[in-house]
């Protein structure tokens, strides 16, 4: 009898520490959640606390912000590019290294960049360019690309073009006359098509397009706009998320350095260089597999500002 009120009181405890336990990781993770909460609370009133220290000058008094700006220049692009593209009844498709295939690793593109300020602190801005690329070869390993495999030796030609939108805010923290903080999010639209087709008994390759999907990327980063001296103003930004998004997942890292030359009040030159790194696995309709696109190279531009 005191042997069974000894097991009975025993189990007692057990459940009573098991609860007890519970309860505590409970309170930990409210209390994480309260903290992250507090946290964030905290930085916005450290924004709002900061505004008018921060607020800085007007555009109009800043060396190194303006009210519209439109940058039109040539991208001497790098480019590396891994795609595949995955079968929707069997196992993964081949990872494909574009450039060992015969494309080109580099491309001068056009690019357009247009931005507006609002009030002191709030940019609007929107960019576009595109890389158009084609090749033929002939294979010297097997390649499973969708639902077809195509086998060594075989004669094929592909394309693979790429149209780049992006919509971004910049929220320009602090501004003084020579230098602008800021920090960017916006979402950058990737139109992506891409095509493989192979020789048929000694006919022209037909290529059919196997990917036409446009791909959303999200962009978060850090802006800085400095005066040198001399009509010269330092331009920068860094940025990297990562992201999912219903049938994309992956990271995108970029950076952008150059330096402009306020020749006239309303014109002037600028060079730089960029670089930007996508990685991202798609299980959309229209795209089902992985690209990885690297874009680096030098920038020269006019820019017109007022």
């Known amino acids: 009898m005191s042997k069974n009120n000894g097991t009975t009181r025993q189990r007692r405890r057990s459940v009573q520490s098991a609860e007890e336990e519970e309860m505590m990781n409970n309170n930990h993770g409210w209390k994480q959640s309260n903290a992250t909460r507090v946290a964030v609370a905290f930085v916005a009133l450290f924004l709002v606390a900061t505004s008018s220290v921060l607020a800085g000058v007007s555009v109009d008094e800043s060396r190194v912000l303006d009210r519209w700006r439109l940058r039109i220049g040539g991208y001497l692009t790098g480019l590396d590019t891994e795609l595949r593209l995955d079968s929707t009844i069997e196992d993964l498709g081949t990872t494909i290294k574009l450039e060992d295939l015969g494309f080109s690793s580099s491309e001068t593109v056009?690019?357009?960049?247009?931005?507006?300020?609002?009030?002191?602190?709030?940019?609007?801005?929107?960019?576009?360019?595109?890389?158009?690329?084609?090749?033929?070869?002939t294979l010297t390993e097997e390649i499973e690309w969708g639902d077809e495999t195509f086998p060594i030796n075989a004669d094929?030609?592909?394309?693979?073009?790429?149209?780049?939108?992006?919509?971004?805010?910049?929220?320009?923290?602090?501004?003084?006359?020579?230098?602008?903080?800021?920090?960017?999010?916006g979402l950058v639209m990737t139109n992506l098509s891409a095509g493989l087709g192979v020789r048929a008994l000694g006919l022209e390759i037909e290529i059919s397009e196997d990917i036409s999907s446009d791909v959303p990327v999200p962009q978060l980063g850090f802006s800085v706009n400095h005066y040198l001296g001399r009509r010269f103003v330092l331009t920068g930004t860094l940025g990297y998320i990562a992201f999912g998004l219903d049938d994309w997942e992956g990271d995108v890292a970029g950076a952008f350095v150059g330096v402009e030359h306020r020749t006239w009040e309303n014109f002037g030159f600028g060079a730089g260089y960029g670089y930007t790194a996508y990685d991202v696995d798609a299980t959309a309709a229209d795209f089902l597999g992985k690209?990885?696109?690297t874009i680096d190279g030098f920038e020269i531009y006019m820019r017109a500002a007022w």
């Open 110 to 137: 056009p690019r357009l960049n247009l931005a507006f300020i609002i009030g002191k602190r709030h940019q609007i801005s929107a960019g576009w360019y595109k890389t158009d690329r084609d090749s033929s070869t």
């Open 291 to 293: 690209f990885k696109y």
């Open 156 to 185: 094929i030609g592909g394309f693979y073009n790429t149209e780049f939108f992006d919509l971004a805010y910049t929220y320009w923290f602090y501004s003084s006359e020579r230098t602008a903080l800021g920090i960017t999010g």
